[in-house]
């Protein structure tokens, strides 16, 4: 099996002096036989990292690789540890997984750079990387979402006992929920205690455009899923495309907890208060935040003070009385299968389990859409039924690889805006609002649809060529 290693390049050259020997090294350490192709944008266009990906590795294939991997030029592997450039049998394989640069970790959950190996198959199913993103950022995401489109991800999904499920559909503008508190409860969210909540939601973009870091206009807004009015505690969806949680203390100070969540994906949202060890928890299908991979914010979350004291009749669900009727943020879109809460903190081994088995101990409300009581009132809310699956986050196919990065700008985000600006800016709404939203037919944009000027190609190593080319 041969190895094309495929990368992007222009004015790089320290790195380049580095990478040919120090890679080359690393390979032949390894047993692999290989050849480097740079793609070498020469004209004066902005740069374009997918199309000289795409370039590098249909020369590749025409020599006579049977894979590539799509590198960066200032990633090494590590001598002691580093990643394994075989083939990948299982599907597109992401190997830059611990970088020197992010403090040996994941850049963000779904990662999808650096370093990924794909196989002709894979090459000939994705299209490879679009052609359509120029400057900084986005390219990699795209073909990460090409990959889930072909179910070329490592996707999951939550092990239950569901099956067909009665469910509530809150249709965005009027659906309303409330549920009676039993009195002896009224007071259960000022100590510990725990909230479950299976739901699924909907983005609405004809209220509130989806969150986009280089949007000038940007309103970040949360819709209701659950809430205890006034100082409004509660879960919630947001415009950024995250499952949220937010309550106060008795000095009337916010504290906020997220997690990475699409659209349209039923999820099992757990919250757990330890008001002994002052301690919030925030669970997606019984398994906690993990803020290192970029996943959500750091769980568990230490807060200040006691737990703000509400005297909790009702528990509203789907909106909130705090917002005037025409606001649009008082209302949520999308479906709710269970609310179930417990006078208690539940134990980690508890809400991991919560698929299979409810803790009856401490539970005072237990709602499913297919058993209501006196204590429900709604209006304009929609029952549905369908076999639930949770999918869990999609990931690559990863294999832990460790890559010391070569010093170089950072042309990403700083201080929350892109470096780049509008340029990166444009690729985003690209991605989001298009490639994500299945507007855009990625058979038509990639390694099929080439078209560049080769003006040169120079022979660096006996293993190294440089593409020399015009877009």
């Known amino acids: ?228 009015p006034g100082y409004d505690y509660g879960i919630s969806f947001n415009n950024s495309r995250a499952l949220s949680l937010t309550f106060w203390n008795t000095f009337n100070q916010h504290n906020y907890m997220w997690l990475k969540r699409y659209d349209n994906q039923w999820s099992w949202v757990t919250v757990v208060f330890d008001d002994y060890n002052k301690l919030s928890h925030f669970y997606l299908n019984g398994t906690e935040v993990d803020s290192l991979a970029g996943f959500g914010s750091p769980s568990p979350y230490k807060y200040e003070g006691r737990l703000k004291k509400y005297e909790v009749d009702k528990i509203y669900l789907g909106t909130t009385p705090s917002e005037k009727d025409d606001s649009p943020i008082k209302y949520f879109k999308g479906d709710i299968a269970k609310v179930i809460a417990w006078n208690r903190d539940l134990t980690p081994a508890e809400v991991e389990n919560l698929a299979f088995n409810i803790p009856d101990d401490g539970k005072f409300l237990d709602l499913d859409a297919k058993d209501f009581g006196e204590e429900v009132n709604y209006e304009n809310i929609e029952f549905l039924e369908e076999d639930i699956k949770i999918p869990n986050s999609i990931l690559p196919h990863r294999v832990e690889g460790k890559m010391r990065c070569l010093p170089h700008k950072d042309e990403g985000i700083v201080g929350g805006k892109f470096v780049k600006g509008e340029t990166t800016a444009r690729n985003e709404r690209r991605y989001v609002l298009q490639m994500q939203q299945d507007k855009i037919n990625y058979k038509n944009d990639g390694l099929s649809t080439l078209k560049y000027e080769l003006v040169g190609i120079d022979q660096l190593t006996p293993w190294a060529k440089m593409i020399n080319i015009k877009l």
């Not at 009665?166 to 100590?191: A, K, Q, W």
Request: one cysteine or more; glycine letters at 8%.
């Open 1 to 228: 099996m041969k190895l094309g290693v495929c990368v992007p390049y222009r004015n790089r050259e320290l790195h380049l002096n580095e990478f040919i020997p120090k890679v080359g090294k690393y390979l032949k350490g390894q047993g692999i036989d290989f050849c480097m192709y740079f793609a070498h944008q020469v004209d004066d266009k902005l740069f374009n990292r997918g199309a000289t990906k795409n370039i590098a590795a249909e020369h590749a294939l025409k020599d006579g690789c049977d894979y590539i991997v799509w590198h960066d030029i200032d990633m090494i592997p590590v001598e002691e540890g580093g990643a394994d450039y075989t083939f990948p049998k299982e599907g597109p394989r992401h190997i830059a997984t611990k970088i020197s640069q992010m403090d040996w970790q994941l850049k963000y959950h779904e990662y999808f750079g650096g370093a990924v190996l794909f196989s002709k198959e894979h090459l000939e199913a994705t299209n490879g990387y679009s052609n359509d993103y120029w400057d900084w950022g986005m390219e990699d995401d795209d073909l990460f979402w090409r990959c889930h489109k072909e179910g070329l991800t490592n996707d999951t999904y939550l092990d239950t006992n569901i099956g067909r499920q009665l469910y509530m559909r809150f249709n965005g503008n009027d659906s309303t929920m409330s549920v009676d508190i039993p009195r002896e409860h009224r007071y259960f969210n000022r100590r510990s205690h725990t909230i479950s909540v299976l739901t699924r939601a909907f983005q609405m973009p004809e209220k509130n455009p989806i969150f986009l870091i280089g949007s000038k206009s940007r309103r970040y807004v949360e819709y209701p899923i659950l809430r205890i």
